[in-house]
């Protein structure tokens, strides 16, 4: 009952928002000044997940996301970005699980967390963002090989883009939410490029990065679990992380009436003399911009122990992390104009002793 409660006063306050005659926020139409420059948007997510995992009882749960974003255009260059999730004390998920025994309000205020804090001062055709940002590295397909899809980068960023390159570097640190005992900061020196290439029917990206991790071995787990790297008996990091992504992507418009997307992705741990190697082949056909479109997307991937740093990157494939090779397949369809509707599926083996682990995730998602 909870659950239904929760659900109908979280659509209830997105209908208010929405339908709120003085101010659109998404839209200055004829509105005073200091409207014209807020913006709002945000979504809730509603999830039914089943995992299956050898050795373990199968796990069925309900869960929810809630994402919102207010922003302010200080001035023409300078934009406020701000947002809140659920999802508190988890840099790699805004999910929540409902409960029986607890209240209302365990399941959303307390739950809440500053997921962006920053300023974008733009200007020509770069950018530079201080404080915590949105997800900004370019990944092919969004893949979540080496960074998760809700990972926030806490730093400086600069980003350039043109109609045939872009750029990103940036020095930011690891949010920790708790500081165990002996625990180092660790900071994060990023640099990526990509080229892009105009075919007639086609476009092709081609791109390398390279993410230093500073202060990893020997130092603590930032989020209380390394997610599959390797630790000592002390639980603490027994290698560096200097990450060197290497991808190529091929964009199609139009493939069986739809557009078309494929791409590899490889990522190499430099700094570690074994299991360093992780790599993944996607594929994407179609698209949800209309109400009624519908978009499928199949990956393999294989990711070493220490491949990766297993704290940043996908929270949802083998169960999270690194040391895991397997297949995902998804789909979205855009059944109304603010209303998606998705299932994920993933079915992989879980390090050397190839233990079965399978996922499912059913999805509805309503945006304001």
Same mark, same amino acid.
């Given at each position: 009952?909870?659950?239904?409660?929760?659900?109908?006063?979280?659509?209830?306050?997105?209908?208010?928002?929405?339908?709120?005659?003085?101010?659109?926020?998404?839209?200055?139409?004829?509105?005073?000044?200091?409207?014209?420059?807020?913006?709002?948007?945000?979504?809730?997510?509603?999830?039914?997940?089943?995992?299956?995992?050898?050795?373990?009882?199968?796990?069925?749960?309900?869960?929810?996301?809630?994402?919102?974003?207010?922003?302010?255009?200080?001035?023409?260059?300078?934009?406020?970005?701000?947002?809140?999730?659920?999802?508190?004390?988890?840099?790699?998920?805004?999910?929540?699980?409902?409960?029986?025994?607890?209240?209302?309000?365990?399941?959303?205020?307390?739950?809440?967390?500053?997921?962006?804090?920053?300023?974008?001062?733009?200007?020509?055709?770069?950018?530079?963002?201080?404080?915590?940002?949105?997800?900004?590295?370019?990944? $092919?397909? @969004?893949?979540? =090989?080496?960074?998760?899809?809700?990972?926030?980068?806490?730093?400086? !960023?600069? &980003? +350039?883009?043109? /109609?045939?390159?872009?750029?990103?570097?940036?020095?930011?640190?690891?949010?920790?939410?708790?500081?165990?005992?002996?625990?180092?900061?660790?900071?994060?020196?990023?640099?990526?490029?990509?080229?892009?290439?105009?075919?007639?029917?086609?476009?092709?990206?081609?791109?390398?990065?390279?993410?230093?991790?500073?202060?990893?071995?020997?130092?603590?787990?930032?989020?209380?679990?390394?997610?599959?790297?390797?630790?000592?008996?002390?639980?603490?990091?027994?290698?560096?992380?200097?990450?060197?992504?290497?991808?190529?992507?091929?964009?199609?418009?139009?493939?069986?009436?739809? $557009?078309? @997307?494929?791409? =590899?992705?490889?990522?190499?741990?430099?700094?570690?003399?074994?299991? !360093?190697? &992780? +790599?993944?082949? /996607?594929?994407?056909?179609?698209?949800?911009?209309?109400?009624?479109?519908?978009?499928?997307?199949?990956?393999?991937?294989?990711?070493?122990?220490?491949?990766?740093?297993?704290?940043?990157?996908?929270?949802?494939?083998?169960?999270?992390?690194?040391?895991?090779?397997?297949?995902?397949?998804?789909?979205?369809?855009?059944?109304?104009?603010?209303?998606?509707?998705?299932?994920?599926?993933?079915?992989?083996?879980?390090?050397?002793?190839?233990?079965?682990?399978?996922?499912?995730?059913?999805?509805?998602?309503?945006?304001?």
């Amino acid at each position: 009952m909870k659950k239904i409660i929760l659900s109908i006063a979280t659509i209830a306050t997105m209908a208010t928002v929405s339908t709120a005659s003085p101010v659109d926020v998404n839209k200055g139409e004829s509105k005073s000044g200091f409207f014209d420059r807020i913006h709002a948007k945000g979504d809730l997510r509603l999830r039914h997940e089943i995992i299956e995992k050898d050795g373990k009882d199968d796990k069925n749960r309900e869960r929810y996301r809630f994402r919102f974003n207010l922003n302010a255009d200080i001035t023409d260059n300078i934009l406020l970005e701000t947002a809140v999730s659920s999802g508190k004390g988890n840099p790699t998920s805004g999910n929540v699980s409902f409960k029986d025994d607890e209240n209302i309000q365990d399941y959303f205020l307390d739950e809440l967390k500053l997921d962006i804090a920053d300023i974008k001062y733009s200007f020509d055709n770069s950018w530079l963002r201080v404080g915590k940002s949105k997800h900004h590295i370019y990944r $092919p397909i @969004k893949t979540q =090989l080496v960074w998760d899809n809700d990972i926030r980068l806490e730093g400086i !960023n600069y &980003g +350039y883009k043109n /109609s045939d390159t872009m750029i990103r570097v940036g020095a930011n640190r690891v949010h920790r939410e708790e500081e165990p005992t002996g625990s180092e900061n660790i900071n994060i020196l990023l640099a990526q490029y990509v080229h892009t290439l105009k075919l007639d029917s086609s476009k092709v990206n081609l791109g390398a990065g390279y993410y230093y991790y500073d202060g990893v071995k020997g130092n603590t787990t930032p989020y209380g679990s390394a997610k599959g790297n390797s630790l000592d008996s002390a639980n603490l990091y027994t290698q560096d992380y200097g990450i060197l992504e290497l991808f190529a992507e091929v964009k199609y418009k139009d493939l069986l009436g739809m $557009p078309f @997307k494929s791409a =590899l992705t490889i990522a190499y741990n430099t700094l570690a003399d074994s299991d !360093n190697l &992780g +790599y993944d082949i /996607s594929a994407q056909l179609g698209d949800t911009k209309k109400v009624g479109d519908l978009k499928v997307n199949a990956t393999y991937r294989d990711v070493a122990k220490d491949a990766v740093y297993g704290a940043h990157n996908d929270s949802d494939f083998s169960g999270g992390g690194t040391d895991s090779n397997g297949y995902y397949f998804k789909g979205k369809y855009k059944f109304a104009k603010n209303v998606d509707i998705g299932a994920w599926f993933n079915w992989s083996r879980l390090g050397e002793t190839n233990i079965d682990y399978h996922r499912t995730q059913l999805d509805v998602i309503l945006k304001f």
